[in-house]
């Protein structure tokens, strides 16, 4: 059995960027404290608490001072970093370049279109970590919308500007503009001689949505195709129905002790890949155990 893993899985730049300052930091402090999970994997998060990573909740940031606290590669509203400053915290701020960017637009245009009660729409998670920073950037006031029926909240007589949650898939953001196009043209009233201003801005992460297309090779050239990644990430739930859709033998786990054996019979390759949450190790760790389970299966025959 040939067993490969997807060379292009694994942590995004801005994941490995912030894990990265965390080690650092701990080296050199021996404890750091991280304001919510540093990366959507409970197999990496119990790795770095090892190390002396301590996970808090904004709560627990408000009753803390004096000390040293890391901002994940999500990124945080503005309201994080007053509460750090009135209570003398370092922030170790590992916000990944991506968002950060994506904040300024997003503030910018909600700057812009407040005079014109214009409205900001983001494509996203209701309580995803990058998607409440991303609203702290417009005092709470963005739209959020995932399924059709959030659509409802949108005014489609006045201004839209629409952003995505960098993780995202492009093809559900470009779905989306279609459809807000759509409900546009039927809510203008014949009197109106103008449509309404529509800006669609395509905000995601090519490093994320790049993965799409080779998935859904990768996972065609294999007999069975292990997916890992943590049950929290919503990267990880997309990039496995690629999978899924590519390759009808594709298995969502998070770590080896999940791995079935009865996948692997008859197979003559089996290709693992994971979220932009997954840690190579982990990948390796897999391999490891599919090869294992392969020899196993040759002596019983």
């Known amino acids: 059995m040939k067993v490969t893993i997807d060379q292009d899985s694994g942590y995004c730049f801005g994941v490995e960027y912030a894990i990265r300052m965390a080690e650092d930091a701990m080296a050199e402090d ?3 404290f991280c304001l919510g999970d540093i990366v959507h994997n409970d197999m990496e998060v119990e790795r770095l608490n090892k190390k002396g990573l301590r996970v808090i909740d904004h709560d627990e940031l408000e009753k803390l001072s004096n000390c040293k606290v890391l901002i994940r590669a999500h990124g945080e509203p503005p309201e994080t970093y007053k509460i750090a400053a009135k209570n003398n ?12 960017k994506l904040q300024n637009r997003v503030k910018n245009s909600y700057d812009k279109m407040q005079s014109g009660k214009g409205q900001v729409v983001i494509y996203g998670k209701k309580g995803h970590a990058e998607v409440k920073g991303l609203t702290g950037q417009t005092n709470g006031d963005a739209i959020i919308v995932m399924e059709d029926t959030d659509l409802d909240k949108i005014d ?11 993780t995202k898939s492009t093809v559900g953001f470009y779905r989306l503009k279609g459809i807000i196009e759509d409900n546009i043209k039927k809510a203008q009233d014949e009197s109106v001689a103008s449509a309404t201003e529509f800006y669609a801005n395509d905000s995601i992460c090519r490093q994320v949505s790049n993965r799409e297309p080779r998935l859904t ?17 919503s990267n990880g739930k997309a990039l496995y129905q ?15 002790s999940e791995i079935d054996r009865s996948w692997l019979l008859n197979k003559k390759t089996v290709g693992i890949c994971g979220a932009t949450s997954t840690p190579m190790w982990l990948m390796e760790d897999v391999k490891k155990a599919v090869e294992n389970a392969d020899l196993q299966l040759a002596e019983e025959s």
Do not use: W
Not at 156 to 166: A, V, W, Y
Not at 217 to 233: A, I, M, N, Q, T
């Open 89 to 100: 915290i370092e922030l170790i701020d590992a916000s990944c370049p991506v968002v950060l």
């Open 217 to 233: 090779k990768f996972s065609r050239e294999h007999d069975v195709v292990l997916f890992v990644s943590g049950k929290k990430s």
């Open 156 to 166: 489609f007589k006045r201004p839209i500007t629409l952003f995505s949650q960098t």
């Open 30 to 32: 021996g404890e750091l």
């Open 242 to 256: 690629v999978c899924k859709q590519n390759n009808p033998e594709s298995y969502f786990i998070e770590n080896e």
